[in-house]
């Protein structure tokens, strides 16, 4: 599931480069949902593995798409615009989830047979849902080299763009940081949690 999600992220960012106008990724077989062309063998495998295996606290990626702002007809609107493509395609896979969670039958209470198959596809969807939400969240946070810090170099004014550039060699620290003093799950869980109610229509 992850490997699917972050491969529909990535590619959401080359289509979105190559309708803007800027064909660099999709000249390298980045406008591809193949993994492939798109899972990095330390942050995309191995990282999340040992994450899984251990409780380590690892942050895990997949290749950057390459972009050239010099083919963008509008780069700083439109860079922004290509940022926000991961994030919002994980937010589209996530209603898609919850749409067939909502499509799922109950089992009768007496169907032993059906529970033992609609029970585990429930908590496999369930698990979709909650991945790409937690991924569209995540790659929100403000801070380069995440989406959401390329979003706001693309809505600030030359000056706070410039700051928030100066961040980029510090972006992982920060988010350990943020990460391991539990800073994180304080900002993101409630947004999370949020959306999570309303897709999967949480009381």
Known sequence: MLIASLSVHEAAHAWAADRLGDPTARHLGRLSLNPVVHVDPIGTLLFP??????????????KPVPVDPRHLRHPKRDFALIAAAGPASNLIMAAIGAI?????PHAAPGDIAARAVIRPLFTLVIEFVQLNVLLAVFNMIPVPPLDGGNVLLGVLPHAGARLVEQ?????????YALMLTGTLS?????VAYSILRVLLRIP
């Open 49 to 62: 593995l040992i994450a899984m295996l251990t409780g380590v606290p690892l942050i895990g990626w997949a």
């Open 186 to 190: 304080y900002l993101l869980g409630p």
């Open 167 to 175: 961040l980029r060699p510090y972006g992982f620290l920060i988010l």
């Open 100 to 104: 067939i969670f909502a499509m799922i």
